[in-house]
Each structure stands twice: as structure tokens, then as C-alpha cells.
């Protein structure tokens, strides 16, 4: 079981920047894919951006995005506070949204595959 809380949702301008945080508790997080997904009002949740530690020793980790946010956003994660963020730049007010973040043992772009959430953190964009 892991248990995630997400923080740094808030009201910023178009071109502004903010930085979501997400707390897993647990003692295994460095094997877990942890992934950013959002949902705005009447859309579907989609994905964001996901992360996973390589395996193969060191710090080298596999990321991924979507292209509607590649360039802009970055995903990180600090395995020794079982924490991952998610850095957002230049931001539209298309990023409107409630974001989430997920984890499970692999990593992937679809979110009915994770089977842990945070309670979500709200972003809102103004023009």
C-alpha cells in the first residue's frame, strides 16, 4: 500500500511557473513508477508526465511526457525524501486542471495501470 499527498497546487498567470510536490509513504518508493496525470472540468484525467528509476545503478531514471507539455514541464524525484515533482514553466491556461499523482510498479502512460492516487491538487492558469 502506498499513500500519496500531493501539495503546490495555486492561481498563477499565464507564463508563470509552479512546482507540485507528491509525499508517498512507504519504505520501498525507488521501485515504484510514479507518474503526473490531470483532469480538467467535463475531460478526462490524461497524462502528464512519469518516472521511473532505470534499475540499472546510479541515478539514471526513465522519463516520459506528453507532448502537450514536453519543453515545459519537468518531472524529478527525490528517492531519499520518497518524493516526486513535477516543475511547471510557462504555463497556459489550457494546464487548468486538478492534478494527480499515481504510482505503481511500472511505468506507463495509462492511468486505469496505476493503482494508487493522491487526493489530487488544484491548478489554475489565468490569461
Known amino acids: 500500500q502506498v499513500q500519496l499527498v500531493e501539495s503546490g497546487g495555486g492561481l498563477v498567470q499565464a507564463g508563470g511557473s509552479l512546482r507540485l510536490s507528491c509525499v508517498a509513504a512507504g519504505r520501498t518508493f525507488r521501485s515504484y513508477a510514479m507518474g503526473w496525470f490531470r483532469q480538467a472540468p467535463g475531460k478526462e484525467r490524461e497524462f502528464v508526465a512519469a518516472?521511473?528509476?532505470?534499475?540499472?545503478?546510479?541515478?539514471?531514471?526513465?522519463?516520459d511526457y506528453a507532448d502537450s507539455v514536453k519543453g515545459r514541464f519537468t518531472i524529478s524525484r527525490d528517492d531519499a525524501k520518497n518524493t516526486v515533482y513535477l516543475q511547471m514553466n510557462s504555463l497556459k491556461p489550457e494546464d487548468t486542471a486538478v492534478y494527480y499523482c499515481?504510482?505503481?510498479?511500472?511505468?506507463?502512460?495509462?492511468?486505469?495501470?496505476?493503482?494508487?492516487w493522491g487526493q489530487g491538487t488544484q491548478v489554475t492558469v489565468s490569461s
Open positions: 518516472t521511473r528509476w532505470s534499475g540499472s545503478g546510479g541515478s539514471v531514471y526513465y522519463t
Open positions: 499515481a504510482a505503481d510498479s511500472k511505468v506507463t502512460t495509462d492511468s486505469a495501470k496505476y493503482r494508487y
